[in-house]
């Protein structure tokens, strides 16, 4: 069963992803009213991007040395302070001269958020008893996920209007406050390393591994192992063929392709959005089916996702685009938790933070360039033909995962057993 220490963790990382959206939709307006400039307002996610990178490459060092509650309660709770700041410093301060003090704080605040992802994914397995619930829990987490991405990009701008800036960063700090709060309330069981047995004497008189390897060794770790060097491969072209959807390919497509305004724009997101929340509700439904299938979820998700990004670029009806977007939620949300759930369940428990590390940093780093590539494409050959160039990358993907078919199946060595985590 999911118990109270993983509800508790839902709602605090469903809080600070909510303010996260928000904090995004805020930032980017402010920037924007006040420069006046797209090129400015860009160099916020670029700057988030490098900064995250960053803190990814070297979380490491702080997941070898503190217990990942502690890592999530800090980063919230130095949010929160963050947030303070930033709502009184553009009360005060800002203006066009000052814009770069704003750069400044964004990159601290995406630093701090660097390392939230893999230490929460890492903490699901240690927190329930069998690989079932694993899943079952990455449903409801994806759910909750994107819920708040539907809530949070169709209201972020109402708020923000309603409130103003100022009042707007405020109560993204209090959301990063109460999550603060609700973390505080999980509780982590002690690793299998932590516990003291006469061979843990003997580990700890060996020399520990240098900062440099420790760096490294999550990546050495994906390298070594055919599933997860494959799991990294497929994640770097899906990672090209999923930034097509960000939102100035998106609306030049329902522009340029549909001959729609922006507001069917906002219907494909809306779609898509509603889509992957019925997806996350069935995941939860049938984790059972899903738990003893999990390779077969993740082909039939890609596969799926592929096929309909590659109608997606040849459609004109935008009706047609608004039901195609729909059914993608449920496929990538699919594909997207048996993917989680396979490396949660693969790798052992004190080196998945360092594997999940790599490779958040990785798709971080990959959906920054790909942004950049796909624009030079869609330049190049029209932007309906990225959606098609995107939808064979997926395919391809998937064909790499069936290559290597075997290895998946010898990569699950805690499928079967219960884990055991007592609480």
Not at 71 to 97: D, R, T
Not at 115 to 120: D, G, I, L, R, V
Not at 233 to 238: K, P, S, T, V, Y
């Amino acid at each position: 069963m999911i118990n109270r220490s993983v509800r508790n963790l839902v709602f605090g990382q469903t809080l600070s992803n909510l303010a996260d959206v928000m904090a995004t939709i805020t930032i980017v307006t402010l920037m924007y009213h006040i420069s006046n400039s797209v090129t400015y307002t860009a160099l916020v996610p670029l700057v988030r991007m490098i900064s995250q990178s960053i803190s990814g490459l070297i979380s490491p060092l702080l997941l070898d040395r503190y217990p990942l509650t502690f890592l999530l309660k800090s980063s919230q709770f130095l949010q929160f302070i963050l947030f303070c700041i930033i709502g009184w410093y553009a009360w005060q301060s800002l203006s066009p001269e000052t814009l770069w003090v704003m750069l400044l704080l964004i990159m601290v605040w995406a630093f701090l958020d660097g390392w939230t992802s893999p230490a929460t994914s890492a903490l699901i397995p240690r927190l329930l008893d069998n690989s079932e619930h694993v899943m079952k829990a990455n449903g409801v987490f994806g759910t909750a996920n994107q819920i708040v991405q539907l809530a949070g990009w169709a209201g972020g701008a109402i708020v923000f209007n309603w409130l103003g800036g100022t009042y707007t960063l405020l109560s993204i700090a209090v959301m990063y406050f109460l999550a603060f709060l609700m973390t505080s309330m999980v509780h982590e069981p002690k690793r299998k390393s932590e516990k003291k047995s006469a061979s843990d004497v003997e580990s700890k008189e060996a020399p520990k591994a240098g900062a440099w390897q420790r760096l490294r060794e999550g990546w050495l770790i994906i390298w070594s192992r055919p599933a997860l060097r494959s799991l990294a491969i497929m994640d770097f072209l899906e990672g090209l063929a999923g930034s097509v959807w960000a939102g100035a390919f998106l609306l030049a497509y329902v522009k340029t392709v549909l001959h729609r305004d922006e507001t069917w724009w906002g219907y494909i997101n809306v779609s898509y959005f509603i889509g992957a929340i019925i997806g996350g509700l069935c995941i939860v439904a049938i984790s059972s089916w899903l738990n003893r299938n999990r390779f077969g979820a993740m082909m039939i998700g890609m596969i799926g996702y592929g096929v309909l990004t590659l109608i997606f670029g040849y459609m004109t009806s935008a009706w047609i685009a608004l039901a195609l977007a729909l059914f993608m939620g449920p496929l990538v949300e699919m594909r997207t938790v048996a993917v989680t759930t396979i490396r949660q369940l693969s790798v052992e428990e004190e080196l998945l933070p360092k594997v999940l590390a790599a490779m958040s940093t990785l798709n971080t780093f990959i959906f920054g360039i790909s942004v950049v590539v796909l624009g030079v494409l869609s330049d190049l050959f029209g932007i309906a033909a990225i959606y098609v160039i995107c939808g064979l990358l997926s395919l391809v993907a998937t064909g790499i995962g069936y290559l290597y078919r075997q290895s998946f199946k010898e990569l699950q060595p805690q499928q079967a057993a219960p884990m055991n985590r007592s609480l």
